[in-house]
């Protein structure tokens, strides 16, 4: 009954985490992108240029959306992946409907990308935290890279900027570049809800701990992270000690902080951005899929 005592909050959080995320992305949705046409990736985008060409409510498109895809994944990517997507996918058509009601909040289409933006980004972030996700584009980009073997930053792109491109066939091409701008303010912001300011795609966490064989047979086994174990020497206590060292995508930083932190409440965990990351040896495995960074 311990174990359970500790972890059913956590799980409890994080639940908490995917509601409050999906309602802020749905506002930032009905309130600022959906009536200003800003089509800015995802799924959130197809469905608004779905709707202006049939009608259709965007939660319905969402769903359908969403639905077959979650499908797809959980036969391709594995239980793993479809346990961590479901609320989320779930959710977050059923926050949009419940928001459709909600008067637009201004018909600047450039105010409307920046605050649309800003908080999908937001919300996106917040579900980041809660270690799980809202589907959407990323279903395919994982489907895409499991077997064209194309990384998933570049799958994600590819899909967005599709997206873009088919909201200045439909809409403008006006239209089609501020929703550039509502996608960058996007993933800038969730960068700085995961992490701070000043954040780069991608973290080089360096982690001393006491307990660093744990921790380290942890994030390879169960994580599915690739580690690097350092020597080093304690100036002072001149005492020898391994440092591990993982490259990550920045939204894994938490689900990594938060392991280490479980097993060693003293860790001491240094995050550096990275910039740049080359080579094949800079991949690591989620839900038996290989994501090159």
Avoid: C
Wanted: proline share 3%; aromatic share 8%; no cysteine.
């Amino acid at each position: 009954m311990g174990a359970i005592e500790r972890h059913v909050p956590k799980y409890i959080v994080e639940a908490l985490f995917v509601i409050l995320g999906s309602f802020v992305i749905a506002i930032g949705f009905n309130g600022f992108l959906l009536p200003n046409q800003i089509a800015s990736g995802g799924f959130s985008g197809v469905s608004i240029v779905v709707s202006a060409l049939t009608d259709w409510k965007p939660a319905y498109i969402l769903w359908a959306l969403n639905g077959t895809f979650f499908l797809i994944g959980w036969l391709v990517l594995g239980k793993g992946f479809a346990a961590k997507t479901f609320l989320g996918t779930a959710l977050l058509p059923l926050f949009f409907l419940l928001t459709e009601g909600l008067p637009a909040l201004t018909h600047n289409t450039l105010v409307g990308a920046i605050f649309g933006g800003l908080l999908v980004g937001l919300g996106l972030g917040i579900v980041f935290l809660g270690n799980a996700s809202t589907g959407g584009t990323d279903l395919i980009a994982m489907i895409l890279h499991r077997f064209a073997k194309i990384s998933l930053g570049k799958s994600v792109a590819v899909i967005d900027g599709l997206v873009v491109i088919s909201s200045m066939l439909i809409f403008s091409v006006e239209k089609g570049l501020i929703a550039l701008i509502a996608l960058y303010v996007t993933i800038k912001v969730i960068d700085i809800v995961q992490l701070g300011i000043k954040q780069k795609t991608a973290k080089n966490v360096m982690v001393i701990s006491r307990k660093e064989a744990e921790i380290r047979d942890g994030l390879i086994n169960q994580l599915k992270l690739g580690v690097t174990r350092l020597d080093a020497q304690g100036g002072y206590s001149q005492v020898n000690n391994g440092v591990l060292m993982i490259i990550i995508p920045t939204p894994e930083f938490q689900r990594v902080n938060d392991y280490v932190m479980g097993i060693d409440p003293q860790a001491f965990v240094i995050v550096m951005d990275a910039s740049e990351v080359q080579g094949l040896g800079f991949t690591r495995a989620r839900n038996a899929n290989d994501i090159a960074l």
